[in-house]
């Protein structure tokens, strides 16, 4: 496939999950990719994937992108633009002001330096994990700063367009106070929260519903990656947990002392301020929208799931959302499938009358 | 159908979203069941939708169903249980221990009466959003107390089990510590988390994954009644909000002084102790399980996930879980599938040969 806006050659430095997928995508789209590792057995891993081939003397790459953990971008970015005089060089870090701090403090030429931050999925590592596809659909930022020009950083928009990303461009500040209050710090949020089940007894997880369950997803993270994210925006997320202690501690006030004038005010202004915040959230495409949720009773067997979604699909309705849940002890799944307000009332009518039970929305 | 354990005639005081789902299935199942309601329309409605008949002067239940808010919960069954000294009676209230304890303090025959907590999804209220099917394959709490033997609450468990619900025993201090650790204080902690979103940029929201729609999902909950819960469970929500404090505190100070001695080790015990904690929730059936997860990127058109499905059932692989996530901004979606790890590299390979792209897990 040569539909590409990129011309190369691109040069990538450290063949994980994210150096790897990048080179598989700019592979397939007949980019020349040249590929760098501290680890040969790395490398050779990610030539055999066909992410590309190994790094020559002879190399003059356009663009280089840095795929190596936080804690060492700024050093190995330092490097190649020292080693490279004339390539435009980016980093897939999850933090972007660290990074160029110490960039200018190495006396680094960032004229020719743009941080970049692809939001995509990364739990499982390596390149084994690797995907041409893995950018697909996702926010790819740009973190501008006053050094380098909008021209000179099209490369890295170019290259987020090639991988079918969607770049969005913000200051390395914004970023990172972006992802602080989007990623960082809900992620320990959720992480300490997890902590408390550590202890608990049988009978108590034996009760964890759906909620429980989504609210400590995140909790299963990379601790030696996370140290690294946590400490390079340390700032910014300490920020956003000094306000979350200061909402917590008045939680707290009010429920050592429920009957206290105020305190059910309080903890309805909580609840509430739950609600006004979730709502901020941007829906399906993009849009802040409600939608109606219905909860289908299947069977737990192979195929009827993709019965339940090939009748809805008959029915001309186009699920926005659809979750599902297995009942902990019970050959039965629920799934709670959102629709348009509009047409819940006949979907539950056409699906009923197929004989598919109907039952609430999950809690 | 008169597949049924309990004899009845059953009378449900309250005919909001539980006591009507209640009737319905009791009225299925060929019980007798009256209805009663402080408000005549909201009555009149639970009976148009066949919850039962209205009450009558003669009506002598072996069971009554308390269904009301938390806070009147007490005093409306100790009002039962002196107007009909012959019946069992019980509630469904979210909190145990302090309605028994009201009911002590107002000289309650409390030798009739056993609470239970019916663990059923209630995002939506009213009889209108009621359903016989409510409560299938969920958890249901018998909260035990040293005054009623447990064949004298056997009812009780009858009408769980004929409503296709688990019934599990515990003590009411226990059942109240334990939903204070798997809901209330998740609660709290999921809403102070989304209302910091509430003054954030659309920029910074652009930027929210599924990570961050899962941690704060269940922040859209009620006030008025969240309100009930956490003010009747307060100690031991408190109890569990404080311990969770002191360990953000501990986050916080390694946060202020990220390259302090010992920051980086408390930050990342603090991502350890989250995946201690989240490992200990149950999977599917209730077991703890390890799934691998892939990711199928589908077309954002009726029918294309039906057909995903339907291919997966052809595989005769069995979907332990499975997950949708729009990209916002793209036509696109994400399917998230879990499936046991020793079918994954079968899966994968036999999706791509049929043409579906894989992508990587969903962060």
């Given at each position: 496939?040569?539909?590409?806006?990129?011309?190369?050659?691109?040069?990538?430095?450290?063949?994980?999950?994210?150096?790897?997928?990048?080179?598989?995508?700019?592979?397939?789209?007949?980019v020349d990719v040249s590929l760098a590792d501290i680890s040969p057995s790395g490398l050779a891993l990610?030539?055999?994937?066909?992410?590309?081939?190994?790094?020559?003397?002879?190399?003059?790459?356009?663009?280089?992108?840095?795929?190596?953990?936080?804690?060492?971008?700024?050093?190995?970015?330092?490097?190649?633009?020292?080693?490279?005089?004339?390539?435009?060089?980016?980093?897939?870090?999850?933090?972007?002001?660290?990074?160029?701090?110490?960039?200018?403090?190495?006396?680094?030429?960032?004229?020719?330096?743009?941080?970049?931050?692809?939001?995509?999925?990364?739990?499982?590592?390596?390149?084994?994990?690797?995907?041409?596809?893995?950018?697909?659909?996702?926010?790819?930022?740009?973190?501008?700063?006053?050094?380098?020009?909008?021209?000179?950083?099209?490369?890295?928009?170019?290259?987020?367009?090639?991988?079918?990303?969607?770049?969005?461009?913000?200051?390395?500040?914004?970023?990172?106070?972006?992802?602080?209050?989007?990623?960082?710090?809900?992620?320990?949020?959720?992480?300490?929260?997890?902590?408390?089940?550590?202890?608990?007894?049988?009978?108590?997880?034996?009760?964890?519903?759906?909620?429980?369950?989504?609210?400590?997803?995140?909790?299963?993270?990379?601790?030696?990656?996370?140290?690294?994210?946590?400490?390079?925006?340390?700032p910014a997320i300490a920020g956003i947990l000094h306000s979350y202690r200061d909402d917590l501690d008045?939680?707290?006030?009010?429920?050592?002392?429920?009957?206290?004038?105020?305190?059910?005010?309080?903890?309805?202004?909580?609840?509430?301020?739950?609600?006004?915040?979730?709502?901020?959230?941007?829906?399906?495409?993009?849009?802040?929208?409600?939608?109606?949720?219905?909860?289908?009773?299947?069977?737990?067997?192979?195929?009827?799931?993709?019965?339940?979604?090939?009748?809805?699909?008959?029915?001309?309705?186009?699920?926005?959302?659809?979750?599902?849940?297995?009942?902990?002890?019970?050959?039965?799944?629920?799934?709670?499938?959102?629709?348009?307000?509009?047409?819940?009332?006949?979907?539950?009518?056409?699906?009923?009358?197929?004989?598919?039970?109907?039952?609430?929305?999950?809690?």
């Amino acid at each position: 496939m040569t539909d590409r806006r990129l011309a190369g050659p691109v040069r990538i430095v450290g063949t994980g999950l994210l150096g790897t997928s990048i080179g598989l995508a700019l592979v397939a789209r007949g980019v020349d990719v040249s590929l760098a590792d501290i680890s040969p057995s790395g490398l050779a891993l990610a030539i055999d994937y066909g992410a590309g081939r190994a790094a020559g003397a002879g190399d003059a790459p356009q663009l280089i992108v840095v795929c190596v953990p936080p804690d060492v971008t700024a050093r190995i970015v330092a490097d190649e633009l020292a080693a490279f005089p004339h390539a435009l060089v980016t980093d897939v870090a999850s933090v972007k002001e660290a990074p160029l701090r110490e960039l200018v403090a190495l006396g680094a030429d960032v004229s020719r330096y743009i941080g970049s931050h692809p939001m995509a999925g990364r739990e499982r590592n390596g390149a084994v994990a690797a995907r041409a596809d893995l950018f697909m659909g996702r926010p790819w930022v740009l973190a501008g700063h006053d050094r380098i020009s909008y021209a000179g950083a099209l490369a890295v928009e170019q290259l987020a367009l090639d991988l079918g990303a969607l770049p969005i461009e913000m200051t390395v500040e914004d970023h990172d106070r972006n992802v602080a209050l989007v990623s960082h710090a809900p992620q320990v949020i959720s992480s300490l929260l997890a902590a408390r089940l550590t202890d608990a007894t049988d009978a108590a997880t034996a009760l964890a519903g759906q909620g429980l369950r989504d609210t400590t997803r995140i909790a299963a993270s990379d601790p030696e990656l996370w140290v690294q994210i946590l400490g390079a925006n340390a700032p910014a997320i300490a920020g956003i947990l000094h306000s979350y202690r200061d909402d917590l501690d008045r939680a707290i006030v009010a429920l050592d002392a429920p009957r206290a004038t105020g305190a059910r005010r309080a903890i309805a202004e909580l609840i509430a301020g739950g609600n006004a915040g979730v709502a901020r959230l941007p829906g399906k495409h993009g849009q802040a929208k409600h939608f109606s949720r219905i909860v289908v009773l299947v069977d737990d067997k192979p195929g009827e799931l993709a019965r339940l979604l090939t009748e809805i699909g008959e029915l001309g309705v186009n699920m926005e959302d659809l979750r599902l849940e297995h009942s902990p002890g019970a050959q039965i799944g629920l799934a709670e499938i959102s629709v348009l307000p509009s047409v819940e009332s006949r979907l539950v009518s056409e699906l009923e009358s197929r004989g598919w039970k109907i039952s609430e929305a999950l809690a």
